[in-house]
């Protein structure tokens, strides 16, 4: 791997960051009665189209398997902040063993990107 791994690292938090922020604006265009005809819509396509060119990027240097599950478990915790932050989602206990469960698989799988 030419790059570091802490700049690829980078580059799926990046990634992680502007999809999750893309799909706060999808979530929102759902409220409209026409919810592929309105500004929300148009902004969170746009956002998360925008991510194809980073993810260009990491696929050269890292490894297609690990890079994809570092990005879904960076996922699944911004959704979470997200859901919980901003649309006042509550979580179970259950739910936060899971989250802690896949912090940790996060922390193994970054050992390998």
């Known amino acids: ?49 925008s991510t194809a060119f980073l993810w260009v990027f990491v696929y050269k240097y890292a490894k297609f398997s690990i890079s994809g599950a570092v990005y879904s478990i960076l996922s699944l915790i911004a959704f979470v902040i997200l859901g919980v932050g901003m649309f006042g989602e509550k979580l179970s206990g259950i739910e936060v063993i899971g989250l802690g469960m896949g912090v940790g698989s996060l922390i193994i799988l970054s050992k390998f990107i």
């Open 1 to 49: 791997m030419n790059l570091s791994k802490y700049l690829v690292l980078g580059l799926v938090l990046a990634i992680t960051i502007f999809t999750v922020w893309g799909d706060s604006f999808l979530k929102k265009a759902g409220n409209y009665i026409h919810f592929f005809l309105n500004r929300d819509f148009f902004i969170g396509f746009a956002i998360y189209a």
